[in-house]
């Protein structure tokens, strides 16, 4: 059984240019959450969708920054115009639709972007 | 609002040793624990939670926490590490009216096993 599946592992982008991050849930997973790691501190979560809906994106930047998981194929997060400050690990979870207290959440590996 | 703090950023011990990694947190109303563990480049696993009941829990990998209600701290202890505990932990909140994802980290704190 397949984890959460992130791609890819590491990102290079210039300042300016699109990054797209792509997440495959687990399996019967339907609950995606991003979450992002800058260097030397925490995650900080930024958004919660499910199937075809954003339920949370409280944590999402205003500008630059958007989240969609559609009905078929994985979660993306596209952040455009990128700046040497969205340098981070990004990290994807899943969760199955029952409570998810009750049920951890799936870290995948994150992808690890880098803005020269 | 909630917040968490590690009050170690890192943690060096001799392999065979007694750990404890501290965490404190506020919230103003109650919430679930949890300790994640993140090996190198890796995503984080799930040590342990609490979510109500006996305050001492019991994880993976042999590691256990006791919650404190009047401290507000969900400290994590090992009686006896190895290498292979080399890692970064993490603790983390998360409000009971919230959705069960949607967590608070703290900073993390780097466990260096020596041998």
């Known amino acids: 059984n397949a984890g959460v599946m992130q791609n890819p592992r590491h990102l290079v982008r210039r300042r300016g240019q699109e990054a797209r991050l792509r997440c495959s849930p687990m399996?019967?997973?339907?609950?995606v959450y991003w979450y992002r790691q800058l260097p030397e501190e925490g995650l900080k979560f930024m958004v919660y969708l499910q199937k075809e809906n954003i339920i949370d994106e409280s944590g999402m930047p205003k500008e630059r920054f958007s989240a969609e998981f559609p009905k078929e194929g994985p979660s993306i997060l596209r952040i455009q115009q990128v700046v040497r400050g969205d340098s981070a690990a990004y990290f994807c979870?899943?969760?199955?639709?029952?409570?998810?207290?009750?049920?951890?959440?799936?870290f995948g590996n994150g992808t690890r972007l880098t803005v020269t | 609002a909630q917040s968490v703090t590690q009050l170690d950023s890192q943690v060096p011990v001799f392999e065979e040793a007694p750990v404890e990694l501290r965490c404190n947190y506020s919230?103003?109303?109650?919430?679930?624990l949890f300790w994640y563990v993140q090996y190198p480049n890796q995503g984080l696993q799930l040590l342990l939670k609490y979510l109500s009941g006996s305050t001492l829990v019991k994880g993976i990998n042999g590691f256990e926490a006791e919650f404190n209600k009047s401290q507000t701290s969900f400290h994590l202890r090992k009686p006896s590490v190895h290498i292979s505990d080399t890692a970064e932990y993490f603790c983390a909140v998360s409000p009971l009216y919230n959705q069960g994802g949607k967590l608070i980290f703290g900073q993390g704190t780097e466990l260096s096993v020596k041998p």
């Open positions: 919230s103003s109303v109650s919430v679930y």
């Open positions: 399996k019967g997973h339907s609950h």
């Open positions: 979870a899943s969760s199955p639709e029952v409570s998810s207290y009750n049920s951890p959440l799936h």
